[in-house]
């Protein structure tokens, strides 16, 4: 297929012929590359003792491209973490001797780090406030750009384990907000960077990140808002940036003609203002809502928006202001959008937390799509529990006509929680029947809804291309709940 | 090349036929060059040789087959879910039997998906467990002396090695 005459092929290495019947250890037969591929994939203290197993193994996890360093791991023994109730004990003897360790955690991730003899494309650490405190995390990170690395994550526990506090607390706040200690320009070089529950008041070691930083994930992280827009203003190189459940700010400014994808969760904001044209993904969960936004960008295809996390009512109450709703966030965009806004023309997907049952927010998503000239995909998630049915209103029966974006765009419909109420199928039967390119329907509900199912399938369908999907879920509304709270677009990997 | 066919015939090592979609066949990187450089049409009788044994080509087709729609075509979120799922149920199998087989395969026909996915199944069969139990799992047979054993125990601080 290629008209410029495709590459040379390689001489296809032969495949080492591993035997099987005489020596059943055939994984120690493997090249290297591979073992060292398999080991990567392990924590570090895992990966370490595969040393152990035979001569084949020994040393192998010195030239692994990615370290997974995990302090809960290096400090329970593996016998140990099956017991945590006693670790729990601060009197205990198992958590004094993790209090202990804890103190040589430092040291010891050093002397593994220089036995690792390789350079290094990936790295997480997970570690306690113990090693902030003491600024071993700098140290560490000093070791590890030494070797080239790209991608790291590092994530500070809660609390130091065996004493089960955070030993940040005792200092005075002068002195706590300044650590970790991270000198100017040390995330400089990097690709993508991780922090969890840090403190960040200043956005100096971020210099140098201009360029080549890529992806910036904040969780937990206490920033002011000059710390953060100090970093949003340096690292203009970012394409993807996602802030998790981080405070101590109230406004998010970005100006970057490079970002493409923006993820906020769990966030109480005043102000949100983005000038990205080439954003193209925006996922907004659980966002306190702020009394201004300003989204620009020329490419925006997909919106998330979702409101349905457990912690968001506790979040709000705290404050003394509302989630912001999905329906709001569509139905109110001329509010939401600023006037520069021209999303609706490049938007292909909405995929957002949404209770048919509640008439104002049905409003609110025919206010939106009768709009939108290029939706193709709407998918909507309703309540995993949902407390009362509102009285039955013919509300979808009513709309004599269905808009240009049903009729002449909509391919595919997803409805995840489908509790086969009237109002539930009627917009189903509203899509389906004046659909006329929907390609796809799936429809996720629990098992045991053979007469809704019959009903849904016996409506007259508009487009001679639909298929209807059911999917069934085998989990409860609880675990629906736990689900709904782990939509991300971004991880590190 | 001619596009006109939809499926070719491989050989495995063993001297087996196996019919493999092209589409599927495209997941591969030899393989697809195999296809841009050799005549495939129906009255062509030249049959390539896979250096995979048949047990374990059978699988690896399965895999292609399997992921050769969405490689060929975006498809959406859900359907990538479901795809992992079958990911999940398609690698158990028999470690000391196809695993390592296939993982060789993967490598040598450049899958990555495949690759990827065998090394982290590999890896998800060590992890939480201990060096005994890991020895057992993979037949690994101990060739440290005990004084052996106890200076690497003894470099390695922090890493339990019971």
Redesign the interface.
């Known amino acids: 297929m290629s008209e410029t005459g495709s590459p040379p092929p390689p001489p296809p290495t032969r495949p080492i012929q591993l035997a099987s019947a005489e020596n059943p250890d055939i994984i120690s037969q493997l090249p290297d590359e591979l073992l060292c591929l398999i080991i990567c994939q392990l924590s570090l203290d895992e990966s370490v003792r595969t040393s152990v197993l035979s001569k084949r193994w020994r040393g192998l996890w010195r030239f692994n491209t990615h370290l997974e360093i995990i302090g809960n791991r290096m400090i329970l023994p593996l016998a140990q973490t099956q017991n945590p109730e006693e670790a729990m004990d601060p009197r205990s003897t198992l958590s004094r001797a993790m209090s202990r360790s804890i103190k040589r955690y430092g040291q010891t991730i050093c002397s593994i780090m220089v036995r690792h003899s390789s350079d290094l494309h990936s790295c997480r650490i997970t570690h306690f406030p113990y090693s902030v405190r003491s600024e071993e995390v700098v140290t560490w990170f000093g070791y590890i750009k030494g070797k080239n690395v790209k991608n790291v994550s590092l994530e500070c526990s809660f609390s130091d384990i065996g004493t089960n506090q955070n030993c940040l607390q005792q200092l005075p706040p002068a002195e706590r907000f300044s650590k970790p200690n991270f000198p100017t320009g040390i995330f400089s070089g990097l690709c993508s960077l991780q922090l969890i529950y840090y403190t960040l008041r200043t956005s100096k070691p971020f210099e140098g990140c201009e360029n080549l930083m890529k992806t910036l994930i904040l969780k937990g992280v206490n920033i002011d808002d000059e710390t953060l827009d100090g970093i949003l203003k340096n690292c203009v190189g970012l394409e993807n940036i996602c802030l998790v459940e981080c405070y101590g700010f109230r406004n998010i400014e970005i100006h970057n003609p490079n970002l493409k994808v923006l993820q906020l969760n769990t966030l109480v904001l005043e102000e949100i203002v983005a000038f990205a044209e080439k954003l193209e993904v925006l996922l907004l969960d659980t966002i306190i809502s702020p009394n201004r936004m300003k989204i620009y960008s020329l490419s925006l295809w997909v919106i998330h928006c979702y409101d349905q996390s457990t912690f968001g009512p506790m979040l709000a109450s705290t404050v003394g202001r509302p989630v912001l709703q999905a329906s709001h966030l569509l139905g109110g965009y001329q509010r939401y959008w600023g006037e520069r806004s021209n999303f609706l023309q490049t938007l292909s997907k909405i995929s957002i937390d949404l209770d048919l049952n509640d008439i104002r927010q049905c409003v609110h998503l025919i206010c939106f799509y009768s709009v939108c000239t290029r939706l193709e995909t709407l998918e909507i998630t309703l309540p995993a529990i949902i407390e009362r049915l509102n009285k039955v209103n013919p509300f979808w029966e009513n709309q004599r006509y269905a808009y240009d974006c049903v009729e002449k765009q909509l391919k595919f419909v997803s409805l995840r929680g489908f509790k086969g109420s009237d109002q539930e199928f009627q917009f189903l039967r509203h899509i389906i029947r004046n659909g006329k390119k929907l390609e796809k329907v799936t429809i996720i509900c629990c098992q045991g809804m053979e007469f809704e199912i019959e009903r849904v399938l016996t409506v007259k369908n508009a487009s001679p291309e639909l298929r209807i999907v059911f999917k069934f879920q085998t989990h409860d509304a609880d675990q629906e709940l736990q689900e709904l709270q782990e939509r991300n677009l971004l991880s590190y990997k | 090349?001619s596009?006109s066919v939809e499926a070719i015939t491989v050989l495995s090592s063993d001297g087996d036929e196996f019919k493999i979609t092209v589409s599927a066949a495209k997941l591969s990187k030899?393989l697809n060059?195999?296809l841009?450089?050799v005549c495939f049409s129906d009255d062509c009788d030249e049959v390539p040789t896979i250096?995979?044994n048949s047990k374990t080509l059978v699988k690896v087709i399965e895999y292609c087959e399997k992921h050769a729609p969405r490689a060929n075509s975006g498809a959406?979120d859900?359907d990538a879910e479901e795809l992992k799922k079958w990911d999940i149920e398609f690698m158990k199998m028999d470690?000391?039997?196809i695993l390592?087989?296939i993982?060789?395969?993967a490598?040598?026909l450049h899958m990555e998906g495949l690759y990827d996915l065998a090394?982290?199944t590999?890896?998800?069969l060590?992890?939480g467990m201990?060096?005994s139990q890991?020895?057992k799992i993979?037949?690994?047979?101990?060739?440290?002396s005990s004084e052996e054993?106890e200076q690497?125990?003894r470099?390695?601080?922090?890493?339990?090695?019971?």
């Not at chain 2, 993979?138 to 440290?144: E, L, S, T």
């Open positions: 090349m596009s030899p060059w195999m841009e450089d250096e995979v959406s859900s470690v000391k039997d390592f087989h993982l060789m395969a490598n040598y090394c982290q590999a890896a998800d060590m992890k201990t060096v890991i020895r993979f037949h690994i047979k101990n060739d440290f054993q690497l125990r470099q390695h601080p922090g890493c339990s090695f019971d």
